[in-house]
């Protein structure tokens, strides 16, 4: 008879696994931040005149990027 050969598997937490989540949710985050992002730019680019859309865009992507930084350095 034929016996399966069982290896022993990494354990769910770990390392590999972890960074791995780490980054998908981190992908995942910044995909829907960018989807966001061009939606509102659409929408406001139809409801108001287009360079006002872009200047809150990069306001709101400017109080994200200085908060991040503010962390950093914390």
Do not use: C, K, N
């Amino acid at each position: 008879m034929l016996r399966a050969v069982i290896q022993p598997r990494t354990p769910v937490g770990s390392p590999p696994d972890r960074a791995r989540s780490v980054a998908a949710g981190v992908f995942l985050t910044s995909a829907a931040l960018r989807m966001t992002e061009l939606a509102l730019t659409r929408l406001f680019s139809v409801t108001m005149y287009y360079h006002y859309a872009f200047l809150a865009i990069s306001i709101a992507l400017f109080g994200l990027s200085a908060r991040a930084v503010a962390l950093f350095v914390v």
